[in-house]
C-alpha cells in the first residue's frame, strides 16, 4: 500500500513523513502552491472595521500574518474571531492573541451554527480566505442582514502534472490511497487525469475532509471515499492506518 499526498506545503511534507515513520509507504505531490496575496485595500484597515473576522483556512492566517508583520500592525483586540476548525482556529489564536471559536466539525455548515454567527444582522463580517471558495458562509450571513466582505490573503497556484511519466510512476509505485484535502484539489486531479488512467484512479481510496467533498467525489465518479471529517493531520493519519 501506498499513499499520496496531495497536501501542499509543510503540513503535506509532515503528513507523509508520520505515515512513513509508522510504516507506511508515502509520497508527497502537491497540486497546488500558496503564494501570498496582498489586499488592495490595506489588511490592518479592513480588520480594524470589522466587528468579526472568520478565518477559513490556515493559510488565510499564515499569510495574513505574514501580511500585516511586513507593515508592523497587528490584529484588532475588539473583533470576535471565528476558524473554520480547529487547527485553523488555533493558528489564528496564536497570531491575534486572541480567543477563538470554531466548530467540532470542520466545515462551512458547521461553522454557521455557532452561536457567534446568531443574530449577526448589520455586523460587519470579514472572512480571510484564499482566491475563491466557500461562498455559502457568505450567502447565509449575507441573507441574516450582514454586511460581508472577502479579503483574500493567498492564491493557490496549480502546479502542472506530468502526463507522460507522473500517472505510470504512481502505478509504478502501487498507491491505493489518496489524500484530498480541498475540492479544488479534487476538481483539478480529476480533470487532468489522462483518458486511459481514468478507470485506475477513479478506484483509488480517498480520504478527504468532508461530506461535501465527499459527495463531490462520489459525483466525479470515485468508488471508495473515506470521510474523516477534518484535515487535522493527526486525524488523516488515524484513518489511513491499515
Same mark, same amino acid.
Given at each position: 500500500?501506498? /499513499?499520496? /499526498?496531495?497536501?501542499?506545503? @509543510?503540513?503535506? %511534507?509532515? @503528513?507523509? %513523513? %508520520?505515515? /512513513? $515513520? $509508522?510504516?507506511? !509507504?508515502?509520497?508527497?505531490?502537491?497540486?497546488?502552491?500558496? /503564494? $501570498?496575496?496582498? *489586499?488592495?485595500? *490595506?489588511?490592518?484597515d479592513l480588520l480594524q472595521s470589522s466587528d468579526i473576522i472568520i478565518a477559513v483556512s490556515q493559510h488565510a492566517v499564515t499569510s495574513a500574518q505574514r501580511i500585516l508583520a511586513q507593515s508592523n500592525q497587528s490584529w484588532p483586540s475588539s473583533a470576535l474571531y471565528l476558524g473554520v476548525g480547529q487547527k485553523t482556529a488555533h493558528i489564528l489564536s496564536k497570531a491575534c492573541k486572541q480567543k477563538v471559536n470554531y466548530p467540532q466539525v470542520s466545515d462551512s455548515e458547521h461553522l454557521l451554527r455557532l452561536p457567534e454567527l446568531r443574530n449577526v444582522q448589520k455586523k460587519a463580517i470579514l472572512i480571510l480566505r484564499g482566491n475563491g471558495g466557500r461562498e455559502l458562509i457568505r450567502e447565509s450571513l449575507v441573507n441574516q442582514g450582514a454586511r460581508v466582505s472577502y479579503c483574500e490573503t493567498y492564491r493557490r497556484e496549480y502546479i502542472p502534472i506530468k502526463h507522460h511519466n507522473t500517472y505510470p510512476l504512481w502505478v509504478e509505485q502501487k498507491i491505493s490511497k489518496i489524500v484530498i484535502t480541498s475540492q479544488e484539489q479534487l476538481?483539478?486531479? !480529476?480533470?487532468? +487525469?489522462?483518458?486511459?488512467y481514468s478507470n485506475w484512479l477513479f478506484t483509488r481510496h480517498l480520504f478527504v475532509p468532508s461530506q461535501r467533498i465527499a459527495e463531490r467525489a462520489q459525483q466525479l465518479g470515485y468508488s471508495t471515499v473515506t470521510?474523516? !471529517?477534518? +484535515? !487535522?493531520? *493527526?486525524? @488523516? @493519519? +488515524?484513518?489511513? %492506518?491499515?
Open positions: 500500500m501506498t /499513499v499520496l /499526498v496531495t497536501r501542499p506545503g @509543510l503540513e503535506g %511534507q509532515a @503528513l507523509c %513523513q %508520520q505515515l /512513513v $515513520d $509508522d510504516g507506511i !509507504t508515502a509520497i508527497h505531490h502537491p497540486l497546488i502552491r500558496i /503564494v $501570498d496575496n496582498s *489586499p488592495s485595500e *490595506p489588511l490592518s476538481e483539478y486531479l !480529476t480533470a487532468n +487525469a489522462p483518458d486511459e470521510n474523516t !471529517t477534518s +484535515a !487535522t493531520n *493527526p486525524i @488523516l @493519519l +488515524a484513518a489511513l %492506518q491499515p
